[in-house]
């Protein structure tokens, strides 16, 4: 099994930033997909950006260009950069977790099977 704890959000006003990151324990070993899945509110969970073991990365068309993800050279920490916040950014972000490559699909919250406990973001 593998936990996830987020921690970094809070509120921002429109246009500035914010840094959220996961730290992964217990069973990381292997090929993992990681990555940041957020639910604004009444709105079902999206993907916002992944990260393959190899490095390759991935980001949500309503995001791309504004957010930025990296991890540490353990690979069990992961950080999602975020700039020029908008309202509709407002979410509780999620770190999650799929063994194996990310695939076509790593913008569909049922691809994991590993979440942390989440992280509110609100921009106002």
């Known amino acids: 099994h593998v936990q996830l704890v987020e921690s970094g959000g809070g509120s921002v006003q429109a246009g500035g930033s914010l840094k959220l990151s996961c730290v992964a324990s217990?069973?990381?070993?292997?090929?993992?997909?990681m990555g940041w899945i957020r639910q604004p509110p009444g709105k079902e969970r999206e993907g916002v950006g992944v990260i393959e073991s190899d490095g390759k990365i991935r980001y949500g068309d309503s995001v791309k260009g504004r957010v930025t993800i990296s991890r540490d050279n353990a690979q069990t920490t992961v950080y999602l950069q975020m700039n020029t916040l908008k309202p509709e950014d407002s979410a509780v972000y999620y770190c999650?977790?799929?063994?194996?490559?990310?695939?076509?699909?790593?913008?569909?919250?049922?691809?994991?099977?590993?979440w942390g406990q989440g992280t509110q973001v609100t921009v106002s």
């Open positions: 999650a977790v799929k063994r194996g490559l990310c695939g076509s699909w790593w913008w569909k919250a049922c691809e994991y099977n590993h």
């Open positions: 217990g069973n990381t070993y292997g090929r993992l997909c």
